[in-house]
C-alpha cells in the first residue's frame, strides 16, 4: 500500500510550482483570506505548511534528505497540520480535464493532493517508530479496542439503552441499510447526544436502518490520517469482509470523516472487491434532508429569530462538496442563519482533523479558538456542525475562549423543530 | 551559530527563531530552477514581528559579519539568492504583513514588505481604491518587499510600467541597522507622497537591488480610484508583422492597461485552437477606468487600431480570463506541461518582433531534442509602458533530470539571445549576469563601491549583483 501512495505523491510533489497559493492566499472574490490554519496557530514556518512538506518529500524522494533521521521539530511540524485541505482547494495546479469547471472546481480537481504528502511523510515516521507518544496512544488503542479512547467494543452500543425505541441489530436481521455510528460519537458522552438525535429524526423520517453494535469496527479513517498505513488497510479489509458478511447495501455516515474514507479511500485500496458491493455511502445530512425534501419529515419550522450560523466540516464540505443539504435542514427549520466570511470551501479548520483532536505540537495554539470567535463575529446564538470532532473540538474552543455561544449539531436543532 | 540563535531569541521569541535542520531545508527553495541545482539551507531561520525586531537583526547580524538573505513569499524565478553561505541567516518576512497606511490625503498606500499582494489588493479594494499594477507575475503570494528588490513587473505593466514606476518611497533597514526612508519623507516633517524630492533618488537604488544594500521593510505605493468599468479585446493574425504593427500602435498609444501578444509557439501551447487556424499571433488588450464612457473610447481606439492592421477578432475571454482571475490560470500549465523557467527581458516596442524572430528560431532549432526531452516553450510579449518585453517561458518536467537539463540550456541560451538582440533585463538574477552586469565593468565596479560604503561587512546577500563574497579583494 505504501508503495501506492509513493507513487501518486512522487507525481505529485513534481507538479508543485512553489507559487506559495497553499500558504498565504487572499483573494477578494470569494472572501479567501487565511487559508492553512496552521500559519495562524503556529510559528507559521515553512514546513508547517504545503509547500514545505512538499519540498521535503521531494528532498527525501531525491535522497538529500533521510526520513529516519527526521528532527522532533520536523516531526511535530508534520503531525501539526489538520490535513483540513485548504491548501488543497487553493493550489492552482488543476487537472486539465476539470479547466472548464475554473472556478468552480471540487476537491478532487486538484493534481497536488496535499492530504496525501502529508500522510505520506507521516508513515514514514511511522515506519521509523518515531510519531509523537500521543499519536502512538491513540494508533494503539485503535489498534486494540477499534477506538481512539482505549474502550471496550462492547460500549459501542450503549447509546441505544438511552432511546425509548428499539434499534435494529444488522447482526440480527435487521436489514442492510447500516447505521454507522463511528468510533466517536459512541464513546464521547457529547457527541452520545448527536447519536440519539440523528436516531430519532431517523425513526420519525421511516428509515429502515440498523446498527451492527459491538460488530462494528472503525472505518480506519484516522489510521490513514495518522499514517499508519497498515492499520487502515487492516480495517478497511476487515469492514470489507463485515459488509460482505451481512450484505450491507447502504452505509449512513455519521462521521464525514468515515463518509470520506468510505466514499474515497476504500474503492482505491480495495478496488474490486469494494465495488463489487455496490455500498451507497451517504452522510446523515443527505438522508435526513432527503427525507424533508420528500415530505417524509415534518418539521415545523419553529425557530424564526434564532440567529445561527454554520460550520462546513472539511471532509464533509470541501472534500466532497456536501455545502447544501445541512443548510437545507437549517433553513426547514425556519431558523436564520447567518454565514460565517469564512465558509463552505473556505472554510477554517476546527482544529480536529488529520489527529488534531488528539495531538497539539508543543507549540501550537488553538484552531478551534480561531474558529470559534470567527462564529461569534456573525452574531449567531448557535454555532451548527455535522462532525461528532467538529462538535466536541469547537465547544471546547467556546469554554477557552470564554465566549457565550452554543454549539450544536444539525441533528439536535432539528430535533427541536419536529 | 548556537549564540546566533540565542540572541535572536531574545529578539523575536523562541518562537519565532528555529535552527532545526529539516525546517532550514524547507527554506532552501524558491520557484525558480536555480535553487533546485544548488538548494542549500541557512543556518538559522527568523520570522520578526516588527520593524523594530528586523532592525535588531540586521543590526546583529553586522556586528557578527553573518550573512543575511531575505525572503518574502519565496516565489522569485530569477536566481535572485547570491551566493548560497551556510553559515547565514535567513529573514522569512511575512509576519510583516500590515497596511500602514491609505493615505487618501496623499493618494498612497503605504504596507510593511511581507504583505502579499492578494492582500494589499483586497484591502485597497474594499476600502473604494485600486493599485496601479496589480502585483508581479510570480501571483498573489509574491510579497510587496521582494517584487520591489528585485523590480519584478506586473499585470497593467502597459499602463503603469513596472511595479518600480509606481513606488513613491521606501522604508529600508541599511546594514549598520540605520533606518532610511525615502522621497518626500525625507523631510521628517512630510508624508510620503512623492518619490523625487530632497536630493538624489534613493529610491531607486534599492529597486532591484535584491535587498544588497539593505533590507526593504516598507514601501509607498500610488493607489487610484476603484474602477468599476473594464473592456477586453483579443486580435488573431496570421501575419507577424502586421501583429507587431498593432502591438506597436496600441503601445504607442498608451491607453491599454494590459497589452500581451502571444507568439507562434505561445499561441500553439495556449490556444491551441488558435493555431491549427494558422493563426502564429494572438494580441490582447485590457482596459479599466470609472467611467463607462472612458473605457469605451479607449476601447474604440483599440479595436480600430486591431482592425486597421489586419486582425482578425477573436473571443474577448481570451483577455479576460487572465485579468478577473489575475494569476490563477498560469500554475495550471504546471499540471498539463511542466514547470517553468521565465526568461522575461525588455525590448524596444519596435525592435520587439526582431528579437521574437530570433528566439523563435533558436526553439526551432532545438524542437526535436525539446520533444524527446518533454521540453516546450511558449514565447509572450507584455507591453510595459513605451517598451515591449518578451518572455519565453521553458516547460519542462521536473522529475527528469534531462529534462532540467535542456530547460535550464535553453532558458540560459534564449537570455543571451535576448540581451544580444538588444534586449535588457528588469529583474536581476543568475539568469542575467554573464550577460549584463558582467559584460559591463564600470557599471559593476560602481555597484562594488556602493556596496563597500553601504555594507562594508557584505552581510546583504552577499553575491547578488555579481558582487564578489570578498569586498575587500576588490
Redesign the interface.
Known sequence: MINLIEEKV??MV????????C???????DNT?RVCPLMDTT?????YTA???N??AR?IFEG??VAEK??Q??IN?IYACFICGSCTEH??????RS?GR??NNVYDDH?IINDEITRYLRSLIIEAGRPPSEVKEILRNYRHFSNPYGKPRDERSAWIKMLDFKVKNIAEGGGTTLFYTGSIAPYDERATKVLLAIAKILKLANVDYGILGSQEIDSGAEAYDLGELGLFEEFAKQNLAIFKKHDISKIITVSPHDYNVFKKYYPVFLGEDWSKLNIEVQHYTQVIADAIKSKKLQVKADLSGKKVTYHDPCYLGRKNSIYLDPRMIILSTGANLIEMKLSRHNSYCCGGGGGGKWYRPP?RTHAEVERIKQAKETGAEVLVVACPICLTMLEDGAKTAGIDIKVMDVAELLITAI | MQNLVQELVRIVGP??V?D????R???????SMFELLD?KPPAI?V?PGSIEELQEIVRLANKTKTPLYVRG???SCAGTRGTRIPESILI?M??LDKIVEIDEESLTVTAEAGI?W??L??EL??RGWRLGVKGPY?????CLGGSVAYNAVAYASARYGLIAEEVISLKVILPNGDILVTGTATNPNAKRYYRYANGPDLTGLFIGSLGAFGIIAEVTLRMYPKADYSAYGAYAFKDYEKAHKCYYDWLKNWIAEDVAWYFEDGVSVMTPELYEQGYVSLLTYIVEDVTEELINARKKLLDEIALKHGGVPQSPEYARQGW??R??????W???IG??QWTCHLQSAGGTLKALKTILGYIKSRKKEMDQKKVYTATVSVAERNCGHISTSVYY???NPESVKLAIEMAKEIARIGMESGGSTYKPGELWYPYTILKNPVYRGALIRIKKALDPNNIMNPGALTIPDKLEEV
Not at chain 2, 20 to 23: E, V
Not at chain 2, 327 to 332: D, G, I
Open positions: 512522487k507525481q513534481y507538479r508543485c510550482t512553489r507559487c506559495g497559493y500558504r498565504l492566499m487572499f483573494r477578494a472574490r483570506e510559528s507559521g514556518f515553512e514546513l509547500r514545505g512538506r519540498w521535503i528532498q538529500k534528505l527526521m528532527t521539530d520536523a511540524a493550489c492552482l495546479v488543476l487537472d486539465p479547466w475554473f472556478p493534481l507549540e | 518562537e519565532f528555529t532545526d535542520y529539516w525546517i531545508w524547507s527554506y532552501s527553495m524558491d520557484s538548494a531561520v520570522r513569499g519565496g516565489t522569512d511575512t509576519r502579499t492578494g492582500k489588493n483586497a479594494e474594499k510570480s501571483g498573489y503570494a509574491a478577473i482571475y494569476y490563477e490560470l498560469l500554475p495550471r504546471a499540471g498539463k514547470m517553468w518536467d521536473q522529475s
